[in-house]
Nanobody, 123 residues
Framework: QVQLVESGGGSVQSGGSLRLTCAVS????????IGWFRQVAGKAVKGVSC????????WYEDSVKGRFTMDRDNAKNTVYLQLNNLKPEDTAVYSC????????????????WGQGTQVTVLS
């Protein structure tokens, strides 16, 4: 059973930075894709970024390109999401998910999820 635990959320001023952490257990990072998602209350979950099991390049949603960076530490079985130049519209609950499948990491289904961490960007 894959388990994911997010941390690192908080409140920052517009233009600030945060680094989110997704600690993964029950599977190695070279066997699952990891995605970051966010959800604003009352709205649908949206994909933010993902990285494949082979770490052959990540995917970023257009609104975060150039501001967010995803990387992973295989030794720690941990994935990170660096959030820079944050904007109020980035405010959401951020969750990481684990998925398997062929194709790009942004095209596969994610079946295991963490509990999420709140990111609030103040204007």
């Amino acid at each position: 059973q894959v388990q994911l635990v997010e941390s690192g959320g908080g409140s920052v001023q517009s233009g600030g930075s945060l680094r989110l952490t997704c600690a993964v257990s029950g599977a190695s990072l070279d066997s699952v894709a990891i995605g970051w998602f966010r959800q604003v209350a009352g709205k649908a979950v949206k994909g933010v970024s993902c990285i494949s099991s082979s770490d052959d390049g990540g995917w970023y949603e257009d609104s975060v390109k150039g501001r967010f960076t995803m990387d992973r530490d295989n030794a720690k079985n941990t994935v990170y999401l660096q959030l820079n130049n944050l904007k109020p519209e980035d405010t959401a609950v951020y969750s990481c998910g684990a998925g398997v499948g062929s194709g790009g990491c942004h095209t596969i289904a994610y079946a295991q999820w963490g509990q999420g961490t709140q990111v609030t960007v103040l204007s």
